[in-house]
């Protein structure tokens, strides 16, 4: 039961232009959601999160939209560089302050490729 | 740099035997949890622990088996290996139980059962 959905295994985009990652749910009790981002021979690196309350977090190049009534989230990239070109996996917790908030559900991810 | 370590990075074991993973956090981070990334797919939550008591698990047998020790370093046991457990075996460790906003993972170990 694949309850965090990353749809598209693979996404290029030109240098400049703009990127878009998507990700789908199925858990209603997901409330908090994040996404990290994962270069070869290394540990995914946190980027960005939104709470279930917000629709919308913004920080520099990058923004997490969130769409609750669809139970879909999307990352933009704008504008995309080169160093941007990684794995990106969404990922979602559940029920903040009990003993599930420590585990975190992802995506199977999404490979960016930024192009010159 | 995340301040997180695991050892060994690639590992080889056979079939049935047990292995031992290890990782060291930052100091002051009180939260491990551990990861078991299958190739081209997520991280899937194996368990976590808190101030060296279980903090919640996955969906994972009983013969994978953790301790977190009062050093901020960890361990991730494997009984009686199976060919589907090789995989990336993640750790990420944070302050609290805020693991989202503060989780820092290690770059991980490369585990294969032949």
């Known amino acids: 039961d694949q309850q965090v959905k990353q749809n598209s295994p693979s996404l290029s985009v030109q240098e400049g232009r703009i990127s878009i990652l998507n990700c789908d749910y199925t858990n209603s009790m997901f409330d908090y959601f994040l996404w990290y981002k994962k270069y070869p021979a290394e540990g995914p690196t946190f980027l960005i999160s939104?709470?279930?309350?917000?629709d919308k977090n913004e920080d520099g190049r990058f923004t997490v939209f969130l769409n609750k009534s669809a139970k879909h989230l999307s990352l933009h990239i704008v504008p995309s560089q080169p160093g941007d070109s990684a794995v990106y996996f969404c990922?979602?917790?559940?029920?903040?302050?009990?003993?599930?908030?420590?585990?975190?559900?992802f995506g199977q991810g999404t490979i960016l490729t930024v192009h010159p | 740099e995340t301040g997180v370590t695991q050892s060994p990075t690639h590992l080889i074991k056979t079939r049935g035997q047990q292995v031992t993973l290890r990782c060291s956090s930052q100091s002051g981070h009180n939260t491990v949890s551990w990861y078991q990334q299958a190739l081209g797919q997520g991280p899937q939550f194996i368990f976590q622990?808190?101030?060296?008591?279980?903090?919640g698990r996955g969906n994972f047998p009983p013969r994978f088996s953790g301790l977190q020790f009062p050093n901020y370093s960890s361990e991730l046991n494997v009984n009686a290996l199976e060919l589907d457990d090789s995989a990336m075996y993640l750790c990420a460790s944070s302050t609290g139980n805020r693991v989202w906003t503060e989780a820092f993972f290690g770059q991980g170990t490369r585990l294969t059962v032949v």
């Open positions: 990922a979602a917790s559940a029920g903040a302050g009990g003993t599930s908030y420590g585990k975190l559900t």
């Open positions: 622990y808190y101030r060296e008591e279980g903090n």
């Open positions: 939104i709470s279930s309350i917000k």
